[in-house]
């Protein structure tokens, strides 16, 4: 929607790179007294930011974008993205830079937007390339339009080798693969290289660039990030490459993006160059002269997506973003991040049900364009977005503070690689993003600089390690030139050996390359360039392989990695739920992103399939015809693998009626008085994997020690979390972790035992639960049976109350011998007197009367018989 209609004057500036373009709409801004622009980037809206403020003062200047808010008490001038725009703010004059960006597939919309309904109250200037003048003239008619001239002149220098460029140049290449590639070549050739990915954090990259001002290093080697607004001493641009993956295919650049970034060579008045590196060759003479000239082929359409939204219902508010765009010269931009994450929200029952209304809609609307910085739309943003939405739309309205407080703190950690810390420098941006909602969070300042205090530490062990492995490291990975011109041959071994031109220089594992490990120095270099070079066929075969290969090709070890082939290929790593965790393919130089996310697109597939065959027992019982009791009885058993202490779903069991327990035995459930378990995932395989799942989901390094390894039962570790145990099937009584199924079968035979009269803690009861017969007085009071120790003999009866308690309940200490009561009664009897010892006493026990006979368990199963009625 429009910030407001206005009859001032509409200007629109444009040309090619190194014109002023931004320089004088921002004199133009500060002419008037109110004012604000937008930039297609954070960074260039904060560089801009900090110049306003040195002219006119941080109490007169605001900053906004989707992560960062500076907002003074009454600011004249706005600075911000163009996404962030605040248009309902009425200014005197307004700006929007790289108009051109319109066109784009991803963020064209917002452009279009704003090209098309903001403006400011007496001037309204928009700035781009000249290929958008024919659309700008067509949609917004009223526009003058004024060209300007580059201030330097461009020239082509043809392709040089790598190894040869000038100084103060930029090596442009289009996945961060070839980025490292490149730049570990310059710092063994020229003893370094500054890198610029779109995926750093604005503070990494502001300080690999200043790192480059600076002359701390001569080359930068940069994505296509450098092709707007970072403004270098750049005298000569070299193209490693003419193609890049854009998300949707591979394809090659067309002139006009190929001039955008060429033209960051040069500075104000000084001549720059441009070129390509040998590997790729010569450009056509015609693509020449299009960038030396900056003549380009016009834009032909511009994304559009309905602003004017419907928030009547959920179908209605989806129907909107679907509206067909009113011109010719717009096409309907169909998936946008936030449409997509609504469309992914709106098939979860549980988000529809809330989105019944209007301000409910308008709720989740704002939910759905929270951010995935990763740029992959994974099912755990999307999680994220429906439990930021359930909170949300709770009554409080407001986000959870030991909610938030645990998302973050997961974040903050500095160690890991340098893909480790770009993904979670990606996490961060989005609850920085977060934090900037100030409906959504109690003290939303605190968080605001919590978030941005994570980014800043990430930011900086970041820039650290990319300087470490790309200026200052030791041990370069390469360091001795290589023919360009020369085809290596290389080929691997059944065993992994790997052979280059007919010599052996290491083994690849899985996708890993391991240099021979007796080669040293200069042969070292040289042997992992060649081996590099030579593989790539191989990985590409391998991945081709891997993605045909059927389920029972992969394994899962004990500690999370998974592998293929008999190689570690990826690991498992915190997801939604124990049973939804993600794969994170194995770091390796020789995968560049798009064939990492081949190899994880296969693997997720697998360990889901893995995942629903190793717990099918309790992913059935969803699908049985419960009530609500038994579907919250099978939901909360899917959340712990299957097995947990009865009084934790005490109200669910009786709720079942006859129907539901018999459909629930049916499918193998156990209703004990302890416990409700699946005996099926009691067996080691299951357990096992119960325990790595649970490892995995609380982001354990090393899962803990598996509570019993071919026993019934361990020492209760107090160290470890009360899910663990459950998780794992075991219930925690008298200081023990005790299988469930061995706690229920304790609790019988001491019933049992207990309906005769005391009784002693035999070694053959002991042995139920694979304890010492010492350490079973403990467990059975913690079952609800009293100890009594007379002339040195501990005996058990039945304590005075006959339902079931919380004993259960993993605690920090032991229960105390006498705990409350675990049993559902029992009969006393005579029995003979045992020694702690377990010996047998001579003496013989006297008569005692038998007691009168207790009331029934209403949850036992044989009280549901009672109540049946069996024909002939």
Not at 668 to 673: F, S, V, Y
């Amino acid at each position: 929607m429009a910030a407001f209609d206005s009859g001032g004057r509409v200007v629109a500036v444009l040309g090619p790179t190194n014109t002023g373009k931004t320089h004088l709409a921002v004199e133009r801004m500060l002419g008037h007294a109110t004012g604000m622009i937008g930039f297609p980037l954070r960074l260039l809206a904060r560089e801009n930011y900090d110049r306003v403020v040195r002219l006119k003062g941080r109490s007169q200047v605001a900053l906004i974008t989707g992560e960062e808010r500076i907002l003074p008490a009454r600011p004249r001038w706005y600075v911000c993205t163009v996404e962030s725009m605040p248009m309902d703010r009425e200014v005197d004059f307004l700006a929007v830079d790289e108009v051109q960006m319109a066109a784009d597939a991803d963020r064209g919309h917002v452009f279009t937007d704003r090209l098309l309904h903001a403006r400011g109250r007496e001037e309204t200037m928009f700035l781009g390339a000249e290929t958008v003048r024919g659309l700008l003239r067509r949609l917004v008619p009223e526009a003058v339009v004024e060209s300007r001239p580059r201030f330097s002149k461009l020239t082509y220098a043809g392709p040089r080798k790598l190894t040869r460029l000038p100084r103060r140049s930029a090596v442009v290449a289009f996945s961060a693969a070839e980025v490292y590639e490149i730049a570990e070549l310059m710092r063994r050739q020229r003893g370094g290289a500054a890198v610029v990915l779109g995926a750093l954090s604005p503070r990494a990259r502001n300080a690999q660039v200043g790192m480059y001002q600076a002359g701390e290093v001569d080359h930068l080697v940069a994505t296509d990030a450098i092709g707007m607004g970072l403004n270098m001493d750049i005298h000569h641009v070299a193209f490693a490459r003419l193609n890049k993956f854009d998300g949707r295919v591979m394809r090659r650049l067309t002139a006009g993006e190929l001039g955008q970034i060429a033209g960051r060579a040069g500075r104000y008045m000084r001549d720059g160059t441009f070129g390509t590196t040998e590997s790729v060759g010569a450009l056509d003479p015609e693509l020449v002269e299009a960038i030396e000239n900056h003549r380009f082929e016009p834009l032909r359409r511009l994304a559009w997506r309905n602003a004017d939204l419907n928030f009547a219902s959920l179908q209605a508010l989806l129907a909107s973003l679907e509206e067909a765009p009113p011109d010719p010269a717009l096409w309907r931009k169909a998936d946008a991040e936030d449409h997509l994450s609504l469309i992914a929200l709106a098939r979860r029952g549980e988000v529809a049900e809330r989105a019944r209304h209007p301000a409910a809609l308008r709720l989740l609307w704002d939910v759905a364009q929270v951010p995935d910085f990763r740029k992959i739309l994974s099912d755990t943003h999307i999680g994220l977005l429906a439990r930021l939405y359930g909170h949300l739309s709770a009554p409080a309205g407001r986000l959870p503070v030991d909610w938030v407080a645990e998302q973050v703190a997961r974040i903050d950690r500095v160690d890991g690689d340098i893909d480790t810390l770009t993904g979670r420098i990606a996490h961060i941006r989005s609850w920085t993003y977060i934090s900037h909602r100030a409906d959504w969070l109690d003290d939303a300042a605190h968080w605001q600089e919590r978030a941005l205090a994570i980014e800043d530490r990430l930011s900086d062990a970041l820039h650290e390690r990319l300087t470490q492995r790309f200026v200052d490291r030791r041990t370069a990975i390469l360091v001795r030139r290589m023919d360009d011109d020369e085809k290596l041959v290389g080929a691997v071994r059944q065993n992994g050996e790997v052979l280059v031109e007919g010599e052996h220089v290491g083994r690849l594992d899985g996708f890993r390359f391991l240099p021979d490990a007796s080669a040293e120095g200069e042969d070292a270099r040289a042997i992992l360039t060649a081996a590099r070079r030579s593989l790539r066929d191989e990985i590409m075969r391998r991945v081709v392989a891997l993605e045909a290969a059927p389920d029972r090709a992969f394994g899962l070890r004990g500690d999370g990695r998974v592998t293929w082939q008999g190689a570690t290929i990826a690991r498992l790593t915190a997801g939604e739920g124990l049973l939804s965790p993600l794969i994170a393919p194995r770091a390796s130089e020789l995968l560049d992103p798009d064939l990492r996310d081949r190899v994880r697109i296969r693997l997720a597939r697998w360990i889901e399939a893995h995942l629903a065959r190793a717990f099918h027992p309790v992913l059935r019982l969803g699908a049985l015809a419960l009530g609500g009791g038994g579907r919250g009885l099978a939901y909360q058993l899917k959340e712990t693998l299957g097995s947990l202490p009865r009084f934790r779903v005490a109200d669910q069991v009786r709720a079942l009626g006859p129907a539901e327990r018999s459909a629930l035995a049916g499918a193998g459930l156990r209703i004990g008085l302890h416990a409700v378990y699946l005996p099926a995932l009691l067996k080691p395989e299951a357990l096992r994997l119960r325990r790595l799942l649970w490892s995995v989901h609380h982001d354990f390094d090393d899962p803990p020690p598996a509570p019993f390894d071919g026993v019934a039962s361990a020492p209760l570790d107090t160290a470890l979390p009360e899910s663990f145990f459950a998780t794992v099937g075991c219930v925690a009584l008298g200081g023990r972790a005790i299988r469930v199924d061995r706690a229920e079968k304790l609790a019988e035979e001491a019933r049992r035992l207990a309906g005769q009269g005391p009784f002693v803690a035999t070694p053959l009861l002991a042995a139920t639960v694979d304890c010492e017969t010492e350490a079973l007085g403990p467990v059975l009071c913690a079952l609800g049976f009293r100890g009594r120790t007379e002339q040195d003999i501990e005996t058990f009866s039945p304590s005075r109350s006959n339902r079931p308690s919380r004993s259960a309940r993993p605690a920090k200490q032991d229960a105390g011998r006498n705990g409350p009561a675990m049993v559902e009664g029992g009969r006393a009897g005579s029995g003979p007197a045992v020694p702690k010892n377990g010996a047998t006493a001579g003496a013989k026990a006297k008569h005692r009367p038998r007691p009168s006979r207790p009331a029934a368990d209403p949850d036992s199963p044989f009280a549901v018989l009672r109540g049946m009625k069996f024909g002939r």
